[in-house]
């Protein structure tokens, strides 16, 4: 029995696929390759010593995965796979919402006649909007997106609640992460976005191998302990290794159970910026520039649920994080 696993040659999904791999399980990967490598596949092989099948192909394409669904003995699903660039996603709604939203019903019902009906899905803190206070929590009350993104995770939330309502087999993990940053320790594996980046740590990294010219600090006027916008980074091999624990969860019981996956801790935008210097052992050049529209000052989890219910904490600290980041762009200043 394996785990196929949805965008598994993207960033998160990679380094899932290496934990689970080193976890014991046997996985299939499936992915378009819209953002992302081959070579990420043969890293993972490299790290982990480890084989996996691999089909190429989309989460729209219904034939495709009935096939893949009849041809392999899938136990699960981990569904990484999706559109993700906040600021893309306002000026092209309809293939955020056809690649997201759609691909994601097209698979479940695939998986419904499959009689797959476990899945963890990839959900994010952006679903909690601007107007909970930190630290979040589970329980409270989701909506209010600020763009068609973050509106794809909410109502692929949704959808999931309504679908476990309707029939009591299925089994749903669904996982809000907080800021994934870092990279695998091996400096093999590691985020490789197209064009400018625009998260924060990504940036700083293009920033510090000469790429980009300097950083600029969205905002120093917000309530906080510096004025810079304070976010909850977590160690992208932390995040990984939930994952290992969610879906140990829908393998063992049905029911569908959503849990923060985050560190806890906020640091601002001036943290990092020390922190990954000191990692580094490079300056980073920043100036303090206007706010970004749809940003906040503070969002950091609460992440007890998943340390009492999964037995999952995030062990990695902040200069690990750097450290990680850097190794990364450091030996792949061009990506795969
Ligand atoms: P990523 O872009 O690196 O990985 C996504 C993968 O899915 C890519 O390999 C891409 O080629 C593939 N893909 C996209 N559309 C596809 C389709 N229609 N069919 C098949 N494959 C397809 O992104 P990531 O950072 O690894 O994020 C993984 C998931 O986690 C996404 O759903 C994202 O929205 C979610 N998420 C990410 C973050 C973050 O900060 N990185 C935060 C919260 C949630
Ligand atoms: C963003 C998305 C969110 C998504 C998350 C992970 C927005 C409004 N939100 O969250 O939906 O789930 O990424 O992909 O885009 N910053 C700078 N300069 C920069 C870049 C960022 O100062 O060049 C600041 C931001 O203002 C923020 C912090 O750094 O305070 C983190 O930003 P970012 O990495 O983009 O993540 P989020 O805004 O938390």
């Known amino acids: 029995m394996s785990i196929l696993v949805t965008g598994g040659a993207g960033y998160i999904g990679s380094h899932t696929c290496v934990e689970l791999l080193n976890a014991g399980y046997e996985i299939i990967i499936l992915d378009n390759f819209y953002n992302s490598k081959s070579e990420s596949l043969n890293r993972i092989k490299e790290i ?18 009935d096939n893949l669904f009849a041809t392999e003995n899938i136990e699960a699903v981990i569904h990484f796979a999706g559109l993700k660039a906040v600021g893309e996603s306002c000026q092209k709604p309809l293939e955020y919402y056809d690649n997201n939203i759609g691909g994601t019903v097209t698979l479940l019902l695939a998986m419904k006649d499959a009689g797959v009906k476990k899945i963890v899905f990839s959900s994010s803190a952006t679903v909690y909007g601007s107007s909970n ?20 995770k909410l109502y692929i939330e949704n959808i999931l609640q309504d679908l476990c309502k309707s029939d009591d087999e299925w089994s749903v993990c669904t996982l809000r992460y907080f800021n994934p940053i870092g990279a695998h320790k091996s400096g093999r594996i590691g985020e490789n976005p197209n064009g400018i980046p625009n998260n924060l740590m990504h940036y700083i990294t293009q920033v510090a191998v000469g790429k980009l010219d300097h950083l600029n600090v969205f905002g120093d006027d917000y309530d906080t302990h510096d004025g810079t916008g304070v976010r909850d980074y977590i160690h992208v091999v932390d995040l990984s290794i939930g994952h290992v624990y ?18 806890g801790n906020g640091y601002s935008v001036l943290d990092i910026v020390k922190a990954f210097s000191k990692a580094s052992g490079i300056e980073i050049k920043y100036e303090i520039a206007p706010r970004r529209d749809g940003d906040i000052a503070t969002c950091f989890s609460d992440p007890s649920k998943a340390k009492n219910e999964l037995g999952w904490v995030a062990e990695r600290g902040l200069e690990e994080m750097c450290e990680d980041s850097w190794r990364w762009q450091s030996e792949n200043p061009n990506g795969f």
């Open 133 to 152: 206070p930190s630290p979040l929590k589970e329980e409270m009350p989701i909506g209010g997106t600020t763009n068609p993104y973050g509106t794809t």
């Open 246 to 263: 969610a879906v140990k969860k829908v393998l063992a019981e049905t029911g569908i159970n959503i849990y923060n996956l985050g560190t």
């Open 48 to 65: 982990t010593n480890k084989d996996f099948k691999f089909y190429e192909g989309d989460i729209r394409d219904r034939e495709f995965l």
